[in-house]
T-cell receptor
């Protein structure tokens, strides 16, 4: 079984500053993928970044980077130079990559508010 | 690339009627599509997984006869909420996955309100 924990229900950050959204996970799968999605008030889920458990380097996508610490089972999302448009719900998710396709398991989400 | 659409985006219906929601992958073929339900201020709850040409796999506690899923082609899956009741009011989101890929791409969601 897999579990994702996001302990921050809400985070506040000022525009242009960096913010870290926490995510820890638990799994018995030796191979797995970790994802971050952004959900603005419109409701759509926007894929941000992916980290495979065997990837040697931390994933980066523009202003998004994933601080992957395998031993600690954490996959924190770092957003640099926050923008007002970054205000949204952020969900961390994971999926086992073993035999067959396993479903995506989501955390409870963190609401990020970016202030001017 | 990797665009998923949903139609309708919002629907209001009377109790007892059936509602069909479409999920389309616009620029890729999706061997697997997923249907989620999201209550206000909560996370996504997977309802079912559908593979093209085969029966959907439902999660525990999800009524198969109430939430009919059809995945007739590699670009279209439909969710029909049969005999809808007010407690079925929710935000329904689909996602699609390309065979062999790790990432799921989500549709914009459909907000269902049953009066």
């Amino acid at each position: 079984a897999q579990k994702i924990t996001q302990t921050q229900p809400g985070m506040f950050v000022q525009e242009k500053e960096a913010v870290t959204l926490d995510c820890t996970y638990d799994t018995s799968d030796p191979s797995y993928g970790l994802f971050w999605y952004k959900q603005p008030s419109s409701g759509e889920m926007i894929f941000l970044i992916y980290q495979g458990s065997y990837d040697q380097q931390n994933a980066t996508e523009g202003r998004y980077s994933l601080n992957f610490q395998k031993a600690r089972k954490s996959a924190n999302l770092v957003i640099s130079a926050s923008q007002l448009g970054d205000s949204a719900m952020y969900f961390c998710a994971m999926r086992g990559l073993n035999t067959g396709f396993q479903k995506l398991v989501f955390g409870t989400g963190t609401r990020l508010l970016v202030s001017p | 690339g990797a665009v998923v659409s949903q139609h309708p985006s919002r629907v209001i219906c009377k109790s007892g009627t059936s509602v069909k929601i479409e999920c389309r992958s616009l620029d890729f073929q999706a061997t697997t599509m997923f249907w989620y339900r999201q209550f206000p201020k909560q996370s996504l709850m997977l309802m079912a997984t559908s593979n093209e040409g085969s029966k959907a796999t439902y999660e525990q506690g999800v009524e198969k006869d109430k939430f009919l899923i059809n995945h007739a082609s590699l670009t279209l899956s439909t969710l029909t909420v049969t005999s809808a009741h007010p407690e079925d009011s929710s935000f329904y989101i689909c996602s699609a996955r390309v065979e062999g890929a790790d990432t799921q791409y989500f549709g914009p969601g459909t907000r269902l309100t049953v009066l």
